[in-house]
């Protein structure tokens, strides 16, 4: 599904990724764990073209979408959610569900299944997006991209901030997208919530990947987690 | 100072104000965008009454047309000025955009003046709106009315277009968080130039409206410029209600000025953001997190 090879960016001067490999296979929720300052968020920000490629490619379902533009990046059905969120605070949460630019098999994701998965945006519709908590905030970033259509979400930190009854919410909510077909990547702090949701770990450190692990190895290993993640 | 001197003032102030409401809606869509205050939008302004002047003087007498043309001339020459130098600057510091704008106006304004002096050129009120208009509580000249009449359309058509529309709301979505748009799957550089082409348009036609009752001169946009920095900032940084609420205060606020001590109109609207600020230090409607 997604794939990087030896990819290398800079950011404001600084060397930050410097050949990252790895692969999120189709269907599959993927983690990228590590510290801060590690490179988590930069290679987010690099596969969904924010950040330039200096070396090394990225592929999303075959194609290679290195240096792309981020717009056509998206619609090609790679969704983004960055830390901060990002909802439009003058727009309504129907205007932000609408949003985005569909291309193709539109229908998949109608505004009405969309709702059924999230009724509390329903209720919401009409507010702007600024008199939402953190919690419907996250969750509509999370529907908004879903009416584009997405095969791929990259998530940033989605548990961030939230209590821990929103956590257990958002780890269903990944569980039901993956049943739906959906490949996820998700940067995280939050290392039971890995656990919980994912198939796959990653772990970044000093902008390389130094661990690669399936959820029941890395459950297990205590050696891992305390040298890289510090737990 | 009667009654009658002080409903004149208030509706000149109507006057100023509906001008800057058109410009500061313009300023604003432009720095939500590209995240910029445009330094060239008087100059805008300024070509706009040139644009007309021009038309009705050597193309066809006829104000209705320059009216309807300058603006989208206007818009054109603005959208041209986005693909052919805004964009190179985008990836550079928000401060190059902006001294690039700052060169721009000053071209703009010797250009003119190299073409048609710096005396500034006679506008004169159409034909069809001199006279006077019996308001039932005093006569005010036509024109006047007409302006204020056509601001008040183009304001509530461009409020229709931006909340009503889906390239409205990418454009407020815009002024909310351009780079999030992207990973949308929006291709925000045509909304960027179609931005500022829109922010052009309106202030030509701020330009054409204002060349019969201001002096046209090369000069005549700055003065208005740094009245509208005042109004953006006390509507709220990015606010486009702001702008409007905004526009309409401060036009009041001169003529009020000017009634009471005409030296000091001007100062006034300094001292109101001042105080304004103090208690309020995003404006009216702007919001507490756009400048971290």
Known sequence: ?231 | MNLQFVLMQLFNGLILGSLYVLLALGLSIIFGMLGIINFAHGAFFMLGAYAAYTITSYVIPNFWLALISVPVLMAIFGAFCEMLLFRRLYDLPPLYIMLLTFGLMLVLQDAVRLLFGSMGVPFGTPKSLTGMINLGFMYYPSYRIFLIAVTSLTAAAVWLFLTRTRLGCIIRAGTDNPRMLQALGINISKTMTLVVGMGTGLAGLAGVLAAPIQNVRPLMGMDLLVDCFVVVVIGGMGSLGGSVVGGLIVGQIIAIGVMVWPPMANTLIYLFMAAFLLIRPRGLFGREAFHE
């Not at chain 1, 030896?6 to 764990?33: C, M, N, P, W």
């Not at chain 1, 920000?45 to 075959?62: A, C, D, E, H």
């Not at chain 1, 003058?90 to 193709?104: A, D, F, H, W």
């Open chain 1, 1 to 231: 599904m997604l794939e990087l090879e030896d990819v290398h960016s800079h950011y404001g001067g600084s060397h930050i990724l410097k050949g990252i490999t790895f692969r999120v296979e189709k269907g599959q929720v993927a983690t990228l764990l590590g510290r801060n300052g590690a490179g988590k968020t930069t290679t987010l920000r690099t596969i969904m073209g924010l950040v330039p490629v200096t070396k090394g490619f990225i592929k999303f379902s075959g194609e290679d979408i290195t240096n792309k533009k981020p717009y056509r990046i998206a619609r090609m059905g790679v969704g983004y959610v960055p830390e901060e969120r990002a909802v439009f605070p003058s727009l309504s949460v129907y205007e932000n569900l609408t949003l985005p630019m569909t291309k193709g098999q539109s229908g998949l994701w109608s505004i009405d299944k969309v709702y059924s998965f999230f009724p509390i945006l329903k209720t919401r519709g009409l507010h702007r997006g600024s008199q939402l908590s953190g919690g419907e905030q996250q969750m509509l970033v999370i529907a908004r991209i879903l009416t584009m259509n997405v095969r791929l979400i990259i998530l940033d930190e989605p548990t961030e901030g939230l209590a821990p009854m929103l956590v257990r919410e958002i780890a269903q909510i990944v569980q039901e997208l993956k049943k739906e077909g959906i490949s996820m990547l998700v940067v995280e702090q939050n290392s039971r919530f890995a656990e919980e949701v994912a198939d796959h770990h990653f772990i970044i450190y000093n902008g390389r990947i130094v661990y690669s692990g399936s959820n029941s190895e890395f459950k297990t290993d205590e050696r891992i987690k305390s040298q890289y993640l510090g737990v």
